[in-house]
């Protein structure tokens, strides 16, 4: 599977900005797929995931309320909206892929994942 992420951009904060992810393949709606980050000097963390049909979501805590992760398996893509953006939301957003069951206590664990994309860069300017 090879993931191509697009959408990042110099926003100011309060602002959006819509992420996608877009995976080779024709098993994509078998995968769960995630949305990860990280900023200068910061360890690389959990942003959100979502399962393979759609209806299973999770989210890290800071962005619960704000950000929302979608997917199109019949465009082989998966989003994240990001509203209400803050400076702090600054990062190298990574896309990734992983083919399993889906397990709450998994999904947010980097070392899960199986494929990643090249990351796309978010600024939000305060």
């Known amino acids: 599977v090879q993931l191509q992420a697009s959408g990042g951009g110099l926003v100011q904060a309060g602002g959006s900005l819509r992420l996608s992810c877009v995976a080779s393949?024709?098993?994509?709606?078998?995968?769960?797929m995630g949305w990860f980050r990280q900023a200068p000097g910061k360890e690389r963390e959990f942003v959100a995931a979502v399962s393979g049909g759609g209806h299973l979501t999770y989210y890290e805590d800071s962005v619960k309320g704000r950000f929302t992760i979608s997917r199109d398996n019949a465009k082989n893509t998966v989003y994240l909206q990001m509203n209400s953006l803050k400076p702090e939301d600054t990062a190298l957003y990574y896309c990734?892929?992983?083919?399993?069951?889906?397990?709450?206590?998994?999904?947010?664990?980097?070392?899960?994942?199986?494929?990643w994309g090249q990351g796309t860069l978010v600024t939000v300017s305060s």
């Open positions: 990734a892929a992983y083919g399993s069951i889906w397990r709450r206590t998994e999904v947010a664990m980097g070392w899960r994942y199986d494929y």
């Open positions: 393949g024709r098993t994509f709606s078998s995968y769960i």
